[in-house]
Antibody
Framework: EVQLVQSGAEVKKSGESLKISCKGSGYSFTSYWIGWVRQMPGKGLEWMGIIYPDDSDTKYSPSFRGQVTISTDKSISTTYLQWSSLKASDTAMYYC????????????WGQGTMVIVSS | DIQMTQSPSSLSASVGDRVSITCRASQSISTYLNWYQQKPGRGPKLLINVASSLQSGVPSRFSGSGSGTDFTLTISSLQPEDLATYYCHQSYTTPWTFGQGTKVQIK
């Protein structure tokens, strides 16, 4: 079964660092871009960036460039999203998703990782 | 950035009704348009890609149309399990962008 499994919920304080993960299985992990999408409480979907696990080529949304780092370890089929200094406004659900198909739709989604940052 | 504007923001319809959601892009995106369904408390699910290609396993009451800047998601006969928020998404050029979502409620 093709799936993306994300790490569990996190509760952190402002200023702390955090790295969440997304592990792919059931397909050739290095052959598909993986994206990250933010959903703030009660709000819509926001595209953060994508990474190609084979060569770590990364593209960021201008809204998130410099705020987060997307990385990958292809030896363990895992992609990461990390913050060096969290803010309360980073409180959100974060989804990873595989990009595929004729026009790069997100066809497989992780279950989401809830990040809560208290000030 | 390409802006994606959905309308309406929410709608309420009866079981069996025909429902349409529109998505307008701020510039032409050919058919690089995808639709997702997000049920309450769940993650998004891809329904349609390339504007009109139904994903495997998605009920045939869902359909998509359009090209260029104007797109439509149609549910031909609304069912109780269609209660969800629907998002359009352009993958024509980065940064990819989503519409703001359309919440579909059942009367």
């Amino acid at each position: 079964e093709v799936q993306l499994v994300q790490s569990g919920a996190e509760v952190k304080k402002s200023g702390e660092s955090l790295k969440i993960s997304c592990k792919g299985s059931g397909y050739s992990f290095t052959s598909y871009w993986i994206g990250w999408v933010r959903q703030m409480p009660g709000k819509g979907l926001e595209w953060m960036g994508i990474i190609y696990p084979d060569d770590s080529d990364t593209k960021y949304s201008p809204s998130f460039r410099g705020q987060v780092t997307i990385s990958t370890d292809k030896s363990i089929s895992t992609t990461y999203l990390q913050w060096s200094s969290l803010k309360a406004s980073d409180t959100a659900m974060y989804y990873c998703a595989r990009q595929a198909g004729l026009n790069d739709a997100f066809d497989i989604w992780g279950q989401g990782t809830m990040v809560i940052v208290s000030s | 950035d390409i802006q994606m504007t959905q309308s309406p923001s929410s709608l309420s319809a009866s079981v069996g009704d025909r429902v349409s959601i529109t998505c307008r892009a701020s510039q032409s995106i050919s058919t690089y348009l995808n639709w997702y369904q997000q049920k309450p408390g769940r993650g998004p699910k891809l329904l349609i890609n390339v504007a009109s290609s139904l994903q495997s396993g998605v009920p045939s009451r869902f359909s998509g149309s359009g090209s260029g800047t104007d797109f439509t998601l149609t549910i031909s006969s609304l069912q109780p399990e269609d209660l969800a928020t629907y998002y359009c998404h352009q993958s024509y050029t980065t940064p990819w962008t989503f519409g703001q979502g359309t919440k579909v409620q059942i009367k």
